[in-house]
Structures are given as C-alpha cells and as structure tokens.
C-alpha cells in the first residue's frame, strides 16, 4: 500500500467539535498501537491547530490518514478557508508575539510532531499537515487492519466534552509529575557534578603540585651534574696530561710493563672525562644554559674537518671505508657549526664502533627549502626495532656482541637528539638487522631560536672560558658599593651581571633572560617601581624573577606599590652573616636555591 489510506474527516463549526477532533485524535493514535505519551501528544497537537482554525478563521475541516511510506505514519490536516496569517515566517521563527498566543501554538506543535508544514496566504486560508511516525514497536497495519479501525471509528466515540476535560486534567497531572521526576533527577545529578568537579579541582591540584615538584627536582640535578662533573674535569685533565707526559718518556725511559700501566690510567681517564663532559652538556642543555653561536659555514668545510678527525678511528688493516657524499654545489649553513659537528662525530664514531665490514657513508641533502638533511649510513650490525628508542635514552646500552668489545657512555646519542632540538630539528633512525642503520639529522639551514646569553662577571674575565653551569644574576642599582656588597652576599653558584641605570638594566634583561633581577628603587633615570613594571607587563620578560632590595622603609603603601615582585629584601645595615642569610631567603623564596645548592653554608 502506497497511497494515503483514508481514516475519518471531521468538519469544525463549533466548540464542541474542537473537543472531538481532540477525541478522535486520541482514538486513533491508540488504535495504531502509540504509546501513552505519543497519543497525549498527538491529541494536543490536533486541539491546538483546531482550535486556531475555529477561532481565527470560524471553522474548517480535519482529516485523518495512514501512510506507510516512507515511514508508517499517522497524518493529520487541517484546512480553514480564512483570511489567513499574514505573519507566518516571523510566527513560525518564533519571533512574533501575539496577545492570543497564535505564535506559542504554532511553534510548539511542531516540535512534538515529526513532520510539520503550513501553507497560508492572506485570503487563500491555511492548511497544516503534520504526522506522526509509528513507534517501531507497533504491530503491523495490514489492510484488514485497517479496515477494522475504520469499522471502530465509526462505531462512534462513547463519552462527553466533560470527560474529555477530566482526561485532559489526568494527562496534565501525569506530564507534572514527569518533570516533578526529571528535576529531582537533574538536581540529583548537579550535586554528583558538583563532586565531580571537586575531585577534579582537587586531582589538578594535586597534579600540579607533583609537576612543580618534578620540575624542581630536575632543576636540582641539573645543578648538581654540571657542578660535579666540573669538579671532576680538571683532576681527569691532569691525570690524563701526566699519563701522556710518562708515555713520551719526559722524565725517563719506562719499561714495558710500566707503559702498559700507563696507558691504562690515560685510556680510562680519557673514558671518564668523555663520561664528564656529555653528563655536562646534557645537564646544560636540560637546563636551557647552551650557548647557540651561530655563523656561515658551507657543508663541505665541515665534512673536510670531519674527515680529518675520523679518519684516525678507522684501525688498520680495516676493511670499513669512511666515504663522505660531498654536495655537487656550494651548500651554505648559518646555524652553530660545533653543534652540527658535534652530533655527526657522535654518530660517525659509534657507526665505525659498530660495522666491522662495509661503508659508513656521510650524505647530505636539501629535501625542502629551509632544510637540510645529513644522514649517517652504516653496513654494521644493525639494530632491533624495540631497541629503536632505548638508544636515545641516557646511560641505555643495547646487548648486542659488538657491544661488549666496546664500553660507552650510553650518554652520546641522547644528547645528539637534545641538541638537534636546540638547533631547532630532529634526530630519526632506520636500521635492519645485519644490514646496517641510518642516522638522519633534520635541521633547518638558519637557526631562528633564542641565543642563550654567556655568563658573565664584572670581577672575572676568565669566567668566560669557564664550563660551570650557574644561576644568572642581573643587579640593577646605580650605586656601586651596593652592587659589590650584594655580590659578596650571592652564593658562588649565581653568575652576576650588573647594570647602573634602569634602562640599561632593561636592556640587558631583555638580551640575557636572567634567572633573576636584584632590583634597586632609586635609579638615576626612572624609578625601581617604574622598572618593576615593564618587567612585569612586557611578555620577555615577565617570567623573570625579580627581587627588590632597598634601604628604605617599607610601609604599606610601598609594599603594595610592589605587589608584583617576587620577593622583597631588606638592604639596610647589618652585619654579614645576617645579610647573606636574608639573601639566600629571598632566592629559596623565588624558587632559585634550595638547601642542597652547593656552595650553601
């Protein structure tokens, strides 16, 4: 059956049949099997439209149809000849407001029912059609059944408008005490939310405790390596120069045995100093204290000089060739040459370390502008793709033979990666077992990062030549005693910078991104408030901690007036123990010193 199955019509001429056709619409929705909910809906859809139709245009017609296509559905008419409604897109918008609650009718029925049209122009009357889809549920509607229902209509319909009206009050109840239900429910649920967002809160809290304490955590071994392994670097220098001193026989001959010995004690302090160093920059690198000093260079002058350095580790009789691909036209670099050339001897090395037969292959590439690839490509052992990145993990050495002849760090290829980030590029690795692996390291030809400023002191120019990683200091004060007071006071693990005027003091923060800023509030050409303000607004350098001493008193007005600081210090008089402890206070209170800081009494 495709055609529309006719059900009933029903003409409206007056109230009485408004309250009929709310009858009927009822009958007829539970005939086709709607559930109690569908046929409340149904019924009050049709006494809205109904009654609009009796009210604004006198009376109209109402028919009732069966479609099962495309969906079984029940479908309802209603036609008025009246002069129709003239505000039909601003009423169906739901923008029109009218005394008598045309607009609120219209916009409601169509959203209880499934599909809802109207036709209407001024003088031409309005038509609704709207339907209702059967509940998938329902039982089939063959046309027997049809027939059936239609035999039932017009039985007639037992009853009165009064016991209409009763049903009517019932369904109401019934439908309050639905939403009565549904607040209780929503309240119910509001209040899990509420808890919900509490243990929330309360986990990120938490979270965010644990992140600061990691956070610190690394900042304390960070200082430690790079103030240890400094200490060990030069004891390992010198028991490394007087073992080569004793192997060239500057102080008499030695015998075979004593030579021996000796190469042993040069061989493994040269083996701990290499240890030293790579704990040394990664510790730097960790900690964002690498200088990147940028220059032009061509690619072919760093793969002669590589060369040059390498070619000693091939042994000899070796059957391994060394082959570099020089680039078939000039390749310019601007970025930091000892970088570069530092993660290539890494990878180089540890390739001759690893292919006992073959090539290990130098190349280079551009594969988009901007970039350049170097790779690094071996006939060697090869390595296991679950080992891929435990090899860029510190201290990890892969069980392999070759391994076991040759003890490493397990500390040069994570720092080749974190220094190919800091150049602003990535290191990657392929590899086959028994066939070899690929190094490749991606980096743009010109760096655009930050250059880390050098640490420097006013007192020590050879600090400049000096590997120890420290604390940046910036003193920002016009008086000079002042500043050399405030020097002696800083523990010996904090560099100092020190500017005499507020906006060469804003300058060299800008240039040096200071750990920290002493700041005076008496300067010659603005004042400290003044100062404190544009480090605290400008985005540079807000991160900046920034540390007011002053000799002046501070009441509540300038206390407040320093609400952005991160700490307050008090410069008056006092005697040295005092002083220095009030100043390690206020670097413990900004989160740069903690008790373990060496250098700490």
Same mark, same amino acid.
Do not use: W
């Given at each position: 059956?495709?055609?529309?199955?006719?059900?009933?019509?029903?003409?409206?001429?007056?109230?009485?049949?408004?309250?009929?056709?709310?009858?009927?619409?009822?009958?007829?929705?539970? @005939? @086709?099997?709607?559930?109690?909910?569908?046929?409340?809906?149904? /019924?009050?859809?049709?006494?809205?439209?109904?009654?609009?139709?009796?009210?604004?245009?006198? =009376?109209?017609?109402?028919?009732?149809?069966?479609?099962?296509?495309?969906?079984?559905?029940?479908?309802?008419?209603?036609?008025?000849?009246?002069?129709?409604i003239a505000n039909l897109d601003e009423? @169906?918008?739901?923008?029109?407001?009218?005394?008598?609650?045309?607009?609120?009718?219209?916009?409601?029925?169509?959203?209880?029912?499934?599909?809802?049209?109207?036709?209407?122009?001024?003088?031409?009357?309005?038509?609704?059609?709207?339907?209702?889809?059967?509940?998938?549920?329902?039982?089939?509607?063959?046309?027997?059944?049809?027939?059936?229902?239609?035999?039932?209509?017009?039985?007639?319909? %037992?009853? +009165?408008?009064?016991?209409?009206?009763?049903?009517?009050?019932?369904?109401?109840?019934?439908?309050?005490?639905?939403?009565?239900?549904?607040? &209780?429910?929503?309240?119910?649920?509001?209040?899990?939310?509420?808890?919900?967002?509490?243990?929330?809160?309360a986990l990120y809290a938490e979270l965010?405790?644990?992140?600061? !304490?990691?956070?610190?955590?690394?900042?304390?071994?960070?200082?430690?390596?790079?103030?240890?392994?400094?200490?060990?670097?030069?004891?390992? #220098?010198?028991?490394?120069? *007087?073992?080569?001193?004793?192997?060239?026989?500057?102080?008499?001959?030695?015998?075979?045995?004593?030579?021996?010995?000796?190469? !042993?004690?040069?061989?493994? $302090?040269?083996?701990?100093?290499?240890?030293?160093?790579?704990?040394?920059?990664?510790?730097?690198?960790?900690?964002?204290?690498?200088?990147?000093?940028?220059?032009?260079?061509?690619?072919?002058?760093?793969?002669?000089?590589?060369?040059?350095?390498?070619?000693?580790?091939?042994?000899?009789?070796?059957?391994?060739?060394?082959?570099?691909?020089?680039?078939?036209?000039?390749?310019?670099?601007?970025?930091?040459?000892?970088?570069?050339?530092?993660?290539?001897?890494?990878?180089?090395? #540890?390739?001759?370390?690893?292919?006992?037969?073959?090539?290990?292959?130098?190349?280079?590439?551009?594969?988009?502008?901007?970039?350049?690839?170097?790779?690094? &490509?071996?006939?060697?052992?090869?390595?296991?793709?679950?080992?891929?990145?435990?090899?860029?993990?510190?201290?990890?050495?892969?069980?392999?033979?070759?391994?076991?002849?040759?003890?490493?760090?397990?500390?040069?290829?994570?720092?080749?990666?974190?220094?190919?980030?800091?150049?602003? /590029?990535?290191?990657?690795?392929?590899?086959?077992?028994?066939?070899?692996?690929?190094? *490749?390291?991606?980096? %743009?030809?010109?760096?655009?990062?930050?250059?880390?400023?050098?640490?420097?002191?006013?007192?020590?120019?050879?600090?400049?030549?000096? #590997?120890?990683?420290?604390?940046?200091?910036?003193?920002?004060?016009?008086?000079?005693?002042?500043?050399?007071?405030?020097?002696g006071l800083l523990p010996p693990s904090?560099?100092?910078?020190?500017?005499?005027?507020?906006?060469?003091?804003?300058?060299? $923060?800008?240039?040096?991104? %200071? +750990?920290?800023?002493?700041?005076?509030?008496?300067?010659?050409?603005?004042?400290?408030?003044?100062?404190?303000?544009?480090?605290? &607004?400008?985005?540079?350098?807000?991160?900046?901690?920034?540390?007011?001493?002053?000799?002046?008193?501070?009441?509540?007005?300038?206390?407040?007036?320093?609400?952005?600081?991160?700490?307050?210090?008090?410069?008056? =008089?006092?005697?040295?123990?005092?002083?220095?402890?009030?100043?390690?206070?206020?670097?413990?209170?900004?989160?740069?010193?903690?008790?373990?800081?060496? =250098?700490?009494?």
């Amino acid at each position: 059956m495709s055609q529309p199955r006719h059900l009933l019509t029903i003409e409206v001429r007056g109230e009485q049949d408004v309250v009929l056709a709310r009858q009927r619409a009822r009958q007829i929705a539970t @005939l @086709l099997g709607f559930d109690l909910q569908n046929q409340t809906k149904i /019924g009050t859809a049709v006494s809205e439209i109904v009654r609009n139709a009796y009210r604004y245009a006198g =009376g109209g017609r109402i028919t009732f149809l069966y479609e099962d296509h495309p969906h079984r559905s029940l479908v309802i008419q209603v036609a008025d000849r009246g002069a129709g409604i003239a505000n039909l897109d601003e009423i @169906l918008a739901g923008r029109y407001t009218s005394r008598t609650g045309l607009g609120l009718g219209l916009v409601g029925t169509r959203r209880i029912m499934d599909r809802f049209t109207l036709n209407s122009a001024p003088g031409t009357g309005t038509t609704v059609a709207m339907c209702k889809f059967l509940p998938p549920r329902a039982n089939l509607i063959t046309p027997e059944a049809l027939t059936s229902l239609s035999a039932a209509l017009a039985v007639g319909l %037992p009853g +009165d408008p009064l016991g209409e009206v009763q049903q009517q009050n019932q369904e109401l109840l019934r439908v309050l005490n639905e939403l009565q239900q549904r607040q &209780t429910e929503m309240q119910s649920l509001n209040r899990e939310l509420e808890d919900t967002n509490r243990g929330v809160v309360a986990l990120y809290a938490e979270l965010d405790a644990r992140a600061d !304490f990691l956070r610190r955590a690394s900042e304390v071994k960070s200082r430690f390596l790079s103030n240890v392994t400094h200490e060990f670097r030069t004891p390992l #220098n010198s028991i490394v120069a *007087l073992a080569s001193m004793l192997e060239s026989r500057c102080d008499g001959d030695l015998t075979n045995e004593q030579d021996r010995q000796v190469g !042993f004690i040069r061989r493994s $302090a040269e083996v701990l100093s290499d240890l030293v160093n790579d704990l040394l920059d990664i510790a730097k690198v960790d900690a964002g204290k690498v200088v990147v000093k940028t220059h032009a260079f061509e690619v072919s002058g760093l793969f002669g000089a590589l060369k040059g350095m390498l070619k000693p580790l091939i042994a000899a009789g070796s059957s391994v060739a060394l082959v570099f691909d020089e680039p078939s036209t000039p390749m310019h670099l601007e970025t930091d040459e000892g970088k570069v050339s530092q993660i290539l001897r890494n990878l180089i090395s #540890n390739a001759l370390k690893f292919t006992d037969d073959g090539e290990v292959r130098v190349a280079v590439r551009t594969p988009q502008a901007g970039r350049v690839v170097f790779s690094v &490509t071996d006939t060697g052992v090869g390595i296991r793709a679950k080992d891929l990145q435990a090899i860029f993990e510190e201290f990890a050495q892969i069980d392999t033979l070759v391994q076991h002849r040759f003890k490493g760090t397990g500390l040069g290829l994570p720092l080749s990666k974190r220094l190919a980030g800091l150049l602003g /590029g990535r290191l990657d690795v392929h590899s086959d077992i028994g066939k070899g692996s690929c190094f *490749l390291l991606d980096i %743009p030809m010109t760096y655009s990062g930050n250059e880390e400023g050098e640490l420097v002191t006013s007192e020590s120019p050879s600090a400049h030549a000096s #590997n120890t990683f420290k604390r940046q200091t910036l003193i920002i004060d016009d008086d000079e005693v002042s500043r050399y007071l405030l020097r002696g006071l800083l523990p010996p693990s904090f560099e100092v910078v020190e500017a005499d005027s507020g906006a060469e003091g804003i300058q060299a $923060a800008r240039r040096l991104q %200071p +750990d920290v800023i002493f700041l005076d509030l008496h300067l010659p050409d603005m004042t400290g408030f003044e100062v404190l303000e544009i480090l605290k &607004t400008d985005a540079d350098l807000r991160r900046i901690k920034v540390i007011i001493y002053s000799a002046k008193h501070m009441d509540e007005e300038v206390v407040g007036r320093l609400s952005r600081a991160d700490a307050i210090m008090s410069a008056k =008089g006092s005697d040295a123990q005092t002083a220095r402890a009030a100043a390690i206070q206020a670097l413990v209170q900004v989160g740069l010193f903690t008790a373990l800081e060496p =250098g700490h009494a």
